[in-house]
């Protein structure tokens, strides 16, 4: 009885710990596009873009800010503080908690980020929606940094790039989330007055009240390939009008072939588009080109 208390309580163990490797998380990436598992650095050196499929993955909005900064710095701009939760708002859980949660998986004060530097040596300022914080939904601190980010940007007189992806207005805020719409609808008329470029690019998924405001209203319009784009979704829809919608309704593909997306552009082609396009729009000249 001592013999097998000893092989289950010290040899076991031991073999155990011997034949144990430390296999670090996240090591490998699903598509969900084909399945297929890939190497996540390989990922990441691709722009998160899936090597075989070519499927577009979601970027967080410091990443997506170094991919298109000239070296990957900017200018990190402050952000007007908003009352966390005018609401009282709890469902399954307190509003205040699921804000505590997001703010600690991403790093972020709220779902947008805004940072100002050169693209191809031209000074920009950039607005970034992260889906991770909430869904990428639209609240008073996320209009609020889209506001500031316009209003920067018309100060400075640069372009203003803005990464949309959103499910929508954010619900714990009720009409105080609502709101954001018309108040960034002004920032925007404001840009334009000015006679500086607005610039939108869509990514997966932007949706509800976020493409019904700042994120239709761009000089120009450009979609990553396969993105989802829509103000309802499309399960909704069909059992709204009882029909079978077209095949890759509401992606960027169909939308840009129907007159409502300006541009599909892969995301390694990104930077030199966008870079193009504002100096165009600004009547500048090509400046020396940075990687």
Not at 87 to 115: C, H, M, N, Q, W
Not at 165 to 175: K, L, V, Y
Not at 224 to 238: D, M, Q, S, T
Request: with cysteine.
């Amino acid at each position: 009885m001592e013999t097998m208390n000893w092989i289950s309580n010290v040899v076991r163990p031991k073999i155990r710990s011997f034949l144990k490797r430390d296999t670090p998380q996240n090591l490998w990436i699903k598509c969900p596009e084909s399945g297929q598992l890939v190497f996540s650095k390989d990922v990441e050196a691709n722009q998160y873009v899936i090597p075989g499929s070519d499927y577009h993955m979601r970027m967080s909005a410091v990443i997506r800010l170094k991919s298109m900064f000239d070296g990957g710095t900017f200018e990190d701009i402050a952000l007007p503080e908003v009352p966390l939760d005018p609401l009282k708002f709890r469902d399954e859980k307190r509003y205040v908690d699921r804000l505590r949660d997001a703010k600690t998986k991403t790093s972020l004060v709220d779902a947008i980020k805004i940072g100002v530097g050169t693209v191809e040596g031209q000074t920009v300022t950039i607005g970034v929606q992260d889906f991770d914080f909430m869904g990428g939904s639209l609240g008073m601190a996320a209009g609020e940094a889209v506001i500031r980010g316009l209003e920067t940007a018309t100060a400075r007189k640069t372009a203003f790039i803005m990464f949309a992806s959103s499910g929508g207005a954010r619900m714990q805020e009720g009409m105080f989330s609502l709101m954001q719409l018309p108040r960034t609808t002004v920032a925007v008329q404001r840009q334009r007055a000015a006679g500086l470029p607005y610039i939108v690019v869509l990514t997966n998924p932007t949706t509800g009240g976020v493409t019904a405001s700042y994120a239709m209203l761009g000089d120009i319009h450009i979609a990553e390939p396969g993105a989802l784009i829509g103000f309802a979704g499309p399960r909704v829809i069909e059992q709204t009008i009882r029909e079978k919608l077209p095949e890759g309704f509401q992606r960027s593909e169909y939308l840009k072939d129907h007159g409502m997306v300006d541009m599909v552009v892969h995301r390694h082609e990104l930077k030199a588009t966008l870079a193009r396009l504002c100096r165009i729009l600004s009547n500048t000249k090509p400046a020396k080109k940075i990687a």
